[in-house]
């Protein structure tokens, strides 16, 4: 069996477009601009995110808003994310990061047949 994994690493201004969604649900201004994007695991070992900003109170994301936001994304945005993948959140770096995993192929135990022209 072969196991491929990709990570999709957003930029902060990437993520804030990807929140952008979530935010109007929640009736916040969709015209946000944080002075800081803080990405970090919660006390629960889930991804969450929070945007700050100057003059108001920080917004919080849990890993279920930032993982649908960033899914809805990568669809709107045509990356390609095999419907049978296993799909995670994680932090890389001080961004939040989509690993997509799929397994693929299959071994059949034999080995290869090799000529020896």
Do not use: W
Request: with cysteine; hydrophobic share 35%.
């Amino acid at each position: 069996m072969i196991l491929e994994s990709r990570s999709i690493i957003f930029s902060d201004e990437e993520l804030v477009l990807a929140m952008r969604p979530i935010m109007e649900t929640k009736g916040l201004d969709q015209n946000l601009h944080p002075t800081a994007v803080v990405s970090e695991l919660d006390d629960e070992g889930e991804v969450a995110v929070r945007f700050e900003s100057n003059g108001s109170e920080p917004v919080q994301f849990s890993s279920r808003e930032v993982g649908a936001a960033v899914l809805n994304h990568c669809i709107d945005q045509g990356i390609p994310l095999p419907r049978g993948s296993y799909k995670e959140l994680a932090i890389r770096g001080d961004h939040v990061a989509l690993i997509v995993r799929l397994e693929t192929g299959g071994s059949t135990g034999g080995t290869a047949d090799y000529d020896d022209e």
